[in-house]
């Protein structure tokens, strides 16, 4: 197993489902992206750029994507709390996935990458 293997595997019910489904998803979007680690939590990359994030919230212990680039991004669900350049969007572990929502946001933010107002290598 790997390191990421073991982030997801060792959170505990509901999050664990919840962030291996969210995981997929993200996965699933792009054959560019790819995962690895950083600063402790899984993270996505689109052709070695940054991308997104999965986390928990430290007060809720509720799943969140963290959108590298969410000052581009606009939706009514994201939030910026005192982040100057990232949004999040929270997602209840104990409730069904908003699966549309969540590749809406994505698609958008990777469309940043795709059409270059993000350059990538």
Same mark, same amino acid.
Request: glycine share 2%; aromatic share 6%.
């Given at each position: 197993m790997t390191d990421l293997d073991h982030y997801y595997l060792? !959170?505990?019910e509901p999050n664990k489902s919840c962030l291996l489904a969210l995981r997929e998803l993200i996965l699933? @979007?792009?054959?560019n992206i790819s995962e690895t680690r950083k600063y402790g939590m899984p993270c996505f990359c689109y052709k070695k750029k940054m991308f997104c994030y999965l986390w928990t $919230?430290? %007060?809720t212990d509720e799943p969140y994507i963290l959108m590298v680039e969410g000052t581009h991004l606009s939706h009514a669900k994201l939030?910026?709390? $005192? /982040?100057? /350049?990232? !949004?999040?969007? /929270?997602v209840n572990p104990t %409730? $069904?996935?908003p699966v549309k929502t969540i590749k809406s946001i994505l698609? @958008?933010? &990777? $469309? &940043?990458?795709?059409?270059g107002v993000i350059k990538v290598k």
């Open positions: 060792n !959170k505990e699933s @979007q792009d054959e $919230d430290k %007060k939030e910026t709390g $005192d /982040r100057s /350049r990232m !949004k999040i969007f /929270r %409730k $069904d996935i698609k @958008q933010a &990777l $469309d &940043l990458y795709r059409m």
